[in-house]
């Protein structure tokens, strides 16, 4: 399993280092530059903004700024945001545990929920119950990611005011205990939205393999045995049927982290996805390098996680990593 793991590695190092080269070369060959809207004034000369792009090596080919920006990673520095005034570090250090915060909250609903109701589903596949909520998660899976988001944004946060309209926090809020449960107040909406879709797949995926269980030999003979259904379900069939989920879970975090940027557009969220949004809109290049970093970083994670957990569930897997 080491080498397994060790391969990984090496394979994830190389896609982060191919999707940071391939967003470098590609931001830079679109049109204009920080300095078209950061000094975009009457008082502003030309010369003003030549002096500026030299300054910062906008003028020199794009193969040697590339490697002049994996020097500088290498070091430790990404950069300065010229948008907001201070180091890329330093801007997306203040918004990547926001993120995560709501990422690992989309997460262990998404695939706790859909663990949980696609396994009921599997098992119970004869009540009207099971059939119900398959409808529903097609209907789930049918609707646009933004629609989804506006829905939810107008309906339990506008209409029934049940959550925030957005934001992470009550202005002036409390603190303490008070704070705490004001930030979950704030996640509930956003995070739901964003684990639904993911909810739905993993639950469809999840039933179809207890379906594939249900009826295997190992489970007719542990019955046989008297086992009761309940451990049937839990101690027999569930890491079998988690398998094929666990083979997509590295796809699915792939999916949260592209919504995260939507669901904090349109919930106001002050993660990285909106720092990335607004770093494109300015141009802001070092800002927008450094956040598709990060992101490569955590979706690789991600995927090694779900690669790890599946060479454990499935021995068979580690012959073939």
Known sequence: MRRAVLSRLAQAAFV????????????RLAPGDPFFTALDQPTVTEAQRAAQRAHFGYDRPIPEQLVRYAA?????????????GEPVRDALAASIPHTLLLVGAALLVAFGAGIAIGSWQGWHRERWLAR??????????????????????????LAWRLFPVGGMRTE???????????????????????????????ARLQRTAMLAVRD???????????AGEARLAVRHALRNALVPVLAYAGVQVSALIGGVVLIEHVFDWPGMGRL??????ARDYPLVAGAVLVSSIGTVI????????????????????
């Open 72 to 84: 500088n990673v290498a070091r430790g520095e990404l950069g300065w945001s010229h948008s907001r």
């Open 16 to 27: 982060v280092l191919l999707v940071v080269a391939a967003c470098f070369t590609l931001i």
């Open 276 to 281: 990335m949004l607004a770093a494109v809109q």
């Open 216 to 226: 295997a030999d190992f489970v007719r003979a542990a019955r046989a045995r008297g």
């Open 172 to 202: 002036f809020g409390p603190g303490g205990a008070a704070g705490v449960r004001d930030v979950l107040h704030h996640l509930a909406l956003p995070a739901l939205t964003l684990a639904l879709p993911v909810a739905a797949v993993v």
């Open 302 to 321: 991600g995927t090694m996680g779900a690669d790890v957990a599946l060479l454990w569930a499935d021995p068979r897997q580690r012959g073939t990593a």
């Open 132 to 157: 119900a909520s398959d409808v529903a998660g097609l209907t789930i899976l049918s609707v646009p990611d933004f629609v989804l988001a506006l829905l939810a944004l107008m309906g339990p946060a």
